[in-house]
């Protein structure tokens, strides 16, 4: 624990105090490709984070700026910045939780896919470093495409001897997110009551939103084949609609960093030993005979303790399973392909 500059004892801010804040008891993040654009946001929403004692972000280029920036606002966890593939292991020392956000995004007329070339190598090295240096972390991947950069993030760990299952996460929230504001827009409800499971992978027709199994409220909300259609769609596309409207200058940012954060905080929760936190996640999986999938997960002390079930699906839910399978295992294939052969 350091006591950041601005708090000292001559303040009349006693150390019990300090430390009753999250210092001592406080968790510790990095934030991987934390100059980015959702690194950068992502960053901001983490320093803000009670749970929080120490924020070490890394990038190759312009941390300095960052870590400067986001230091100065008076929550307590300390920040610390890193630059460079030397200090990398020094970034990642005694972390709980690693967020991966670094990597090329899309534009426009690009799929995840396309991102592959670029993307796999980087999550490639920045999980050998997990694996040297905090190989007991919570590892959060947000970088596309996340459907093979899961499969290849495992492979490093197996090859490192490191890999625990239950630690490594895809982070699809956004997905989740999107589902949850779009649905509250046609059923006109606050989109704090509602909560559609997104299941499958992270990409196209590999987004499938749970529509029959969107919330608690009664009455249950019914929707038409329109609206299921229409919902499903947008859903699907929502990352194109971001990326088509910033026109070439990247894709999802701002609602990136704040699910990023949102699943970060549920990780960081469970670490506590809060119970009962469930999130939609990419993860190695046996619900159904894909090797990895998204799907509802119990979070716990060390990770995904429960995979949940899928729950009843609809005739066109069984449909949209089906049809995003061949994808899915083409996009795990290809990252595992990758780690290992490399
Ligand atoms: P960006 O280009 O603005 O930022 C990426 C950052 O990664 C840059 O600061 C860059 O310097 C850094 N970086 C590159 N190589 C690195 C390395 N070897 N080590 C550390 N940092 C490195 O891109 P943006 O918009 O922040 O997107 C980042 C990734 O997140 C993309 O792959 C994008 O497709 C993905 N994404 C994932 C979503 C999801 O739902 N999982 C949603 C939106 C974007």
């Known amino acids: 624990w350091r006591m950041s500059s601005h708090l000292n004892p001559?303040?009349?801010?006693?150390?019990?105090?300090?430390?009753?804040?999250?210092?001592?008891?406080g968790l510790?993040?990095?934030?991987?490709?934390?100059?980015?654009?959702?690194?950068?946001?992502?960053?901001?929403?983490?320093?803000?984070?009670?749970?929080?004692?120490?924020?070490?972000?890394?990038?190759?280029?312009?941390?300095?700026?960052?870590?400067?920036?986001?230091?100065?606002?008076?929550?307590?966890?300390?920040?610390?910045?890193?630059?460079?593939?030397?200090?990398?292991?020094?970034?990642?020392?005694?972390?709980?939780?690693?967020?991966?956000?670094?990597?090329?995004?899309?534009?426009?007329?690009?799929?995840?896919?396309?991102?592959?070339?670029?993307?796999?190598?980087?999550v490639r090295t920045l999980c050998e470093g997990i694996a040297r240096a905090c190989p007991r972390a919570i590892v959060n991947v947000i970088s596309n495409p996340v459907n093979s950069t899961v499969p290849?993030?495992?492979?490093?760990?197996?090859?490192?001897?490191?890999?625990?299952?239950r630690r490594l996460f895809g982070v699809t929230t956004l997905d989740v997110v999107r589902a949850n504001t779009f649905v509250a827009e046609v059923v006109g409800l606050d989109p704090k009551l509602i909560?559609?499971?997104?299941?499958?992978?992270?990409?196209?027709?590999?987004?499938?939103?749970?529509?029959?199994q969107p919330l608690q409220v009664t009455p249950a909300i019914r929707f038409s084949d329109e609206e299921r259609h229409y919902l499903t769609n947008r859903i699907q596309n929502g990352g194109t609609e971001v990326v088509e409207a910033k026109a070439g200058t990247g894709s999802a940012t701002l609602s990136m960093a704040y699910a990023a954060a949102k699943f970060a905080d549920a990780c960081l929760r469970a670490l506590k030993g809060e119970d009962g936190i469930v999130e939609c996640s990419f993860?190695?999986?046996?619900?159904?005979?894909?090797?990895?999938?998204?799907?509802r997960v119990k979070l716990g002390r060390n990770g995904a303790e429960e995979i949940l079930p899928l729950g009843p699906l609809t005739e066109f839910e069984r449909k949209g399973l089906e049809a995003m399978k061949k994808e899915l295992q083409g996009s795990i294939d290809k990252g595992i392909q990758f780690a290992t052969s490399a």
């Open 10 to 25: 001559s303040d009349g801010v006693s150390m019990e105090v300090c430390r009753a804040k999250g210092g001592a008891t």
């Open 28 to 122: 510790r993040v990095a934030i991987l490709g934390a100059a980015g654009g959702i690194g950068q946001p992502l960053s901001l929403l983490l320093k803000m984070n009670p749970l929080v004692s120490t924020l070490n972000l890394y990038d190759v280029v312009n941390t300095p700026g960052v870590t400067a920036d986001v230091s100065h606002i008076d929550a307590s966890a300390v920040v610390r910045g890193f630059l460079g593939k030397d200090q990398l292991d020094s970034a990642l020392e005694g972390v709980d939780l690693v967020i991966i956000p670094a990597g090329i995004p899309r534009k426009p007329g690009m799929s995840r896919d396309d991102l592959f070339k670029i993307n796999a190598g980087i």
């Open 152 to 165: 290849i993030a495992a492979e490093v760990f197996k090859k490192a001897g490191t890999y625990d299952p």
């Open 195 to 212: 909560s559609v499971p997104v299941v499958g992978g992270h990409a196209g027709v590999t987004i499938l939103p749970l529509l029959s």
């Open 283 to 295: 993860v190695a999986s046996q619900v159904t005979d894909l090797p990895y999938f998204s799907s």
